[in-house]
């Protein structure tokens, strides 16, 4: 993002916590986009993507009295984002314990959510959702570094500072999230069925 870019979202945002629903509902439209994707790749689902980007949304909007405009928004934003996403990775986790629990003892025969209900779709679409779910399962300290960097862009000391982190500590992160990513990846594709000639 240039300097400009960064400068005129900050004037956005001072208007915004002065009250100027239209200021803000422009910061909306210039980070929904970017904001979808980097949390579709955290969660891994895009209807939970699409839930935690409204609920970032709101939280900002209830919380721009504390947005420091020396700072970029961009930033203070996808730290939201962040904070949400967490909170998305704690429900979620509390609720597959609490499945577990009765999964031995029923059988609902509901298929999966997340399975596919066919194989129409595009070869591309197919890969994509793999590596959707590949990244989402990634433990949160190797998914956090991986989505800052190579998904929303920042350097590895932007993402540093925003994680509380070294960059040393960034960069092996990143490398073993790769390297994690990879091995899922070829898991994913040795467990295809091959499809017939």
Known sequence: M???ADDSERLLAVAARAGDRGAF???????????YRFVRRYTGDSQ???DIVQDSFVAAWMALHRYDERKSFTFWLRAIALNKC???GRRRAVRNRFLM????????????????VGYSEP???????????????????????????????????AAADQLHTTTKAIEMRVRRAKARLRIALRQSDDAEPQSEP
């Open 101 to 116: 629990l009765f999964a031995s003892e029923q059988d609902t025969g509901c298929a999966s959510e997340d399975e596919p």
């Open 123 to 157: 070869v591309e679409a197919a890969h994509l959702r793999q590596l959707d779910r590949a990244i989402a399962s990634l433990p949160q300290r190797y998914k956090e570094p991986l989505l800052l960097t190579l998904i929303s862009g920042l350097t590895h000391q």
């Open 48 to 50: 939970d993507a699409y």
């Open 86 to 88: 967490r909170d998305y």
């Open 2 to 4: 240039t300097e400009h």
């Open 25 to 35: 509902e422009r910061l909306v439209r210039l980070h929904k986009h970017a904001l």
